[in-house]
């Protein structure tokens, strides 16, 4: 268990930690030594072996480092993909998944234990909301997987359990930390950040100019079929979605990622094609199709493939391109939500609690 009253030392950016610590009296050149101890990933502060143990001692009372313990660790037979469930000192549980593609490996690590956004077709969303994660702890999905594997992690989508623009600030300061030259150094335009589409912090991460590229999960052409599978249309409705999207694309220069998972019968008609490539026509964007995972408690099944080979046709003839993603670790995979829902399920079968 976190102590409340303790500082959580990674969370801050290098002038935060500066301030810190001269106000306990530190010479200026430890914010730096101090700061690449926890970017490089260190649990515990006896590890920082340049750092005088009497300013360790210090730190053992007013802070802590926090770290993702494995839990649990899936690792696919068909490419190599490896999943994690990763635990924090509190309990709770995220799960971040590391592909290798031919330029390197790219993570999918969580924003949140849970999601408040309620996606119909979705198991974190199924699962309901526990809590925000830090950025330390968004980090520290990063560090535990390149660690576990060995490997430099080169490209990072949020992706993963959570809305993140439900939790901005502190992915706000995430990405500060992984992109920083003393940190990880993972440029921005090696971040993609996935929103179910809350409007205002889309103004919000506009306005910030970042280079990452802004995924905006679609996956309807119109409010009747997107209230039914996200609520989160109700209040943010699909041509307000679209106006925050093409100011997104303006200010940025970057194009926008829409993701569209087919679901039988739901949103993958000739029509719906239609509808959606006359909505984005002309916008600096791009289509993934993605056939929809089906998770337990949902009735939605994939798309026949016939269908993705019309819709696809469709749009590209409207001039709206659009590609169907490769899926990887499909034996592991039970998308996002799964291993942790499955684990909660196990631990309930044994009677303990779940929380
Ligand atoms: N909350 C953010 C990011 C996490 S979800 C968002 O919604 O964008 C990551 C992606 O997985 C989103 O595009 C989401 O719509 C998609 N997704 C969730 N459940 C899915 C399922 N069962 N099949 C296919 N994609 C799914
Ligand atoms: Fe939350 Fe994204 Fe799942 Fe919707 S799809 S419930 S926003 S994690």
Known sequence: MVNEKLVDIKSMNEEELGIFLSGLGQPKFR??????????????????????AGLREIFVK???ISSAAIEKKLISAYDSTVKYLFSFADGETVESVVMKYHHGYTICVSTQAGCKMGCDFCATGKGGFRRDLKASEILSQIQSAQEDNGIRISNVVLMGMGEPLDNYENVIRFL??????????IGM????LSTCGIVPRIYDLADKKLQLTLSVSLHAPNDEIRNRTMPVNKRYPIGELLRACRYYAEKTGRRISFEYAMIDGVNDSDDCAR?????????LSHVNLIPVNTVSGSSYRKSRSERLKSFI??????????TVRRTLGSDINASCGQLRSSAAKNKAAKGENTG
């Open 31 to 52: 914010t730096s030594q101090v700061f690449g101890w926890l970017q490089k990933g260190v649990k515990t502060f006896d590890k920082m072996t340049n750092i005088p």
């Open 62 to 64: 007013t802070c802590y």
């Open 176 to 185: 500060e930390l992984v992109s920083c030259e003393k940190g990880l150094n």
């Open 189 to 192: 335009r090696h971040i993609s």
């Open 275 to 283: 509808e959606l490539a006359g909505r984005i026509r002309g916008m």
């Open 313 to 322: 046709a469709i749009l590209e003839k409207a001039g709206v391109t659009a």
